[in-house]
């Protein structure tokens, strides 16, 4: 981020007409932006929401209570304006990007192989990095694909250490058995794999969305867009990010507390803190969406309240 | 509330293209939101914030770090554009009102005498009621008036029970000697007055702007305008509507936990769990507006998003 920036908010903050503090983390808000848009006094004029979709080869293995065509459908339902994440971009007044990768050839079951070759996971990076524009000021990255919190928390497991237990989760919704077949489905993922480097965790482990993700993250940085996180597959693709390279993910902010088991631990791994707890789990960008307005706001307090010279009020 | 469109509201629910639950409180807030506005598919197009202002005479007793003349400014700086609320209203696509509430005439010191006489009290609240727009689909009422955590404390004590220190703070920022001489001040005012009656605690105790907001939440329950309570002043002249009539609240929802300490206490007891928790203490309307994109965030999604029929969409 840039330093003078961030003087320059801070500057401004304290003149601002409210109490020292009183708005809370919106003040800190506005001034991480600031540093990464090189001005003390930003705006936010065109956030860019970007859902990534990819279908997995693990789903053989039962670990989802939706089938795997669900993911072809649901991006023809974003496609068509009919999902969630269409209704929650709008409200939040920013564009939407799907991303369908590869859906008609699933990574491979992870427990029998690596789940992308070298080639397919660079091309999936390069993916999410090119969905990237770049004149966006605020990027939210979300995914779609049936099968994936069981990869998420393969490669959460891998990436921060644990037994497949603490990261495994119900997902959309499987039952008792179904999680207790899912926890063992990531462990058999882990013990197969050699994960040391957290982009071999990121190939062998996770799938097309999660890779497209961590690429869109890194563009972002190039493009100083400041990012919030989604949920917890989003959040599990950016840990392989920050493992590579420590404070990969300064330019992020974690959007909210999904529901999803493991992703407080993840959170908590990352040291992020949320900005919402509204109990979550759906993917497709949802919860970091809701979260734009919370950063607009800021901003807009920010940059266009009067301060306490100009509007003639009293500074205590 | 209207139980034959909280039955159709929660029968579409359970069609939307996404898990069962998947939008968490986002689902809850559309059903209960369905049944005040009398239709299973509302929608939110003119939400509505009002600020209520008032002196209060017990700053002759030295409870706030700012000076009273402060009302008055800030009552320009919001008529000018220039203050946080202006900013957050105009993120949330909300119309702003301001009511000042005979700022010249502070109500008595409640340390000496009832702050306002049963005439005043009463036009307080009809100014409260008839500010709030019948064609409004949700409001915010918020407030500003120098002193009025201190009035706030003295209201939610004497409805609530419990002692003085349980539920004053440090508003807008005073020191430990002024929470000290604030606490006492309380405590003294609860001394003074027979406030088994919850009007008597907001005549006696309260000021114009508590009493408005009293009014402006009992006018949108009559009109059926669900109301997003705001902060600690805002929840305790609510709190007075529920110690008067049991459910009185039910047409609310918090819209924020505010860093005001005594506010979780008092949300703890009205039974209501906050949207947000950003650590904001601004008063204003300020935290409930901030929410405003929350509920029509859960609208849209209820409203508008399309069913598993009608998107070819597997139920799972």
Redesign the interface.
């Known amino acids: 981020p840039d330093m003078a920036s961030i003087a320059g908010a801070k500057e401004r903050n304290g003149q601002?007409?409210?109490?020292?503090?009183?708005?809370?983390?919106?003040e800190e808000l506005a001034i991480w932006y600031a540093g990464w848009r090189d001005t003390d006094r930003p705006s936010i004029e065109k956030p860019q929401v970007i859902i990534f979709a990819g279908n997995h080869g693990v789903c053989a293995q039962g670990v989802s209570?939706?089938?795997p065509?669900?993911t072809v459908?649901?991006v023809?339902?974003f496609e068509?304006?009919?999902?969630?994440i269409?209704?929650?971009s709008?409200?939040?007044g920013a564009s939407l990007d799907v991303v369908a990768l590869d859906l008609d050839m699933p990574t491979q079951d992870f427990t029998v192989a690596p789940a992308m070759s070298e080639g397919e996971v660079v091309l999936a990076l390069i993916a999410g990095w090119a969905a990237v524009e770049p004149e966006t000021d605020l990027l939210v990255t979300g995914e779609m694909g049936i099968g994936n919190t069981t990869s998420a928390a393969a490669v959460a497991a891998a990436v921060l250490g644990g037994d497949a237990a603490d990261w495994t989760g119900r997902g959309?919704?499987v039952d008792d058995e179904g999680l207790a077949r899912k926890t063992d489905v990531v462990a058999r993922g882990l013990a197969l794999h050699d994960t040391t480097d957290p982009l071999e965790a990121l190939r062998c482990l996770g799938g097309r969305e999660l890779a497209a993700m961590a690429g869109a993250i890194a563009a972002a940085r190039h493009h100083r867009i400041p990012v919030i996180l989604d949920g917890f597959i989003c959040s599990a693709a950016a840990a392989t990010l920050e493992k590579a390279v420590a404070g990969s993910l300064d330019h992020t902010v974690a959007g909210h507390l999904s529901?999803e088991g493991a992703h407080e631990r993840l959170l908590d791994a990352l040291g992020k803190k949320p900005?919402?707890?509204?109990?979550?789990?759906?993917g497709e960008g949802?919860g970091g969406t809701?979260a734009i307005?919370?950063l607009?706001?800021a901003i807009?307090?920010h940059s266009?309240?009067?301060t306490f010279a100009?509007?003639?009020?009293?500074a205590?």
Chains 1, 2 share one sequence.
Request: aromatic share 2%; charged share 15%.
């Open positions: 601002l007409t409210k109490p020292p503090g009183a708005l809370g983390r919106l209570a939706f089938p065509e669900v459908q649901m023809a339902n068509h304006g009919g999902a969630a269409n209704q929650l709008k409200a939040a959309t919704g529901a900005l919402l707890s509204l109990g979550l789990r759906l949802s809701l307005n919370v607009k706001s807009a307090c266009d309240m009067a100009e509007a003639g009020v009293a205590g």
